[in-house]
């Protein structure tokens, strides 16, 4: 599940040297080749195999990138012209504002939300002191114990493993638990509703995608952690209907229909709140 629009369009054969003219601006200072288009910084990357013109508004995750700030990124391929990426700009010029104008309403609305809610973090949809994660993890810890003893009776012989946290030092350590436990359990749920099979669940911490499922094993987004336990469900049942659709087809979104009556709505959801689950992990 891809939440950076995209857009792949325009066929390109065109086959001319590149560089950056007075069509744009160029400054050699910066490692990146950039045009400015309608007030807009457009990143340029070479895409040596690649035929098309694509671009992509997003915030990057990348370390050296500002916080909060949106990426404007044309790829094309290494012999393309600066007039005709200013020309497919100009093309979509709409929809790189439209874009970007919904990303910084939800930079601005996400900065307030940060500033309201100082000290506090986003867990499960709710804010709550940072200081009560340490706990929260602690009784995910002792419940995974109890379960694991229920399953498995010739545990209780032997003593029961310490509830301490010995390896959950940070804050996002400590989230990345406690969204695993919960996966863990509604996946395990949800699949048997399902009627699916998978072999694996993994809390990443990786910004470009919520989930992903390769092979029968599920991935999630640490962002997660700051979603709704209806919107966590939902990216679920969207990674464990690829188990039977690897395509996004009609037949794929009846079968999240039927497990997900909400699939529209949450998804939206989760669109929208991306800026801001983002900006509170890259906060701590
Ligand atoms: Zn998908």
Not at 28 to 38: N, Q, V, Y
Not at 84 to 95: R, T, V
Not at 127 to 156: G, R
Not at 200 to 213: D, H, L, P
Request: proline share 4%.
């Amino acid at each position: 599940m891809l939440f950076n629009k995209k857009l792949n369009l325009l066929n390109y054969n065109e086959c001319n040297l590149f560089s950056v003219d007075s069509n744009g601006e160029f400054d050699p200072s910066e490692s990146e080749e950039f045009l400015i288009f309608d007030g807009y910084k457009i990143h340029l990357k070479k895409k040596p195999k690649s035929q098309n013109l694509r671009i992509c508004i997003g915030l990057p995750s990348k370390k050296k990138w500002q916080k909060g700030v949106i990426k404007i990124e044309v790829s094309h391929p290494p012999k393309a012209k600066p007039k005709d990426i200013m020309d497919f700009c100009q093309k979509h010029k709409e929809w790189i504002a439209k874009t970007c104008a919904r990303y910084e309403a939800q930079i601005a609305k996400t900065d307030e939300l940060l500033h309201s809610h100082g000290g506090k973090i986003l867990l499960f949809g709710e804010w709550i002191e940072e200081q009560s994660l340490a706990q929260i993890a602690q009784d995910f810890l002792a419940q995974m114990h109890k379960s694991n003893s229920a399953s498995n009776p010739t545990l209780n012989l032997t003593p029961s493993p310490a509830t301490k946290l010995p390896k959950l030092k940070t804050t996002k350590q400590m989230l990345s638990f406690i969204l695993l436990c919960h996966i863990k359990e509604r996946a395990q749920a949800l699949a048997r509703q399902m009627q699916l099979e998978y072999s694996k669940v993994a809390v990443r911490e990786t910004f470009t995608r919520f989930g992903s499922c390769t092979q029968n094993r599920l991935s999630f987004s640490l962002l997660l952690i700051c979603a709704s336990k209806p919107q966590i469900d939902y990216v679920i049942i969207h990674e464990l209907a690829h188990i039977t659709h690897k395509n996004h087809s009609h037949r794929f979104w009846n079968l999240v229909e039927k497990h997900c009556k909400e699939w529209r709505a949450l998804r939206k959801s989760l669109q929208d709140e991306y800026s801001l689950f983002r900006l509170v992990l890259e906060n701590l």
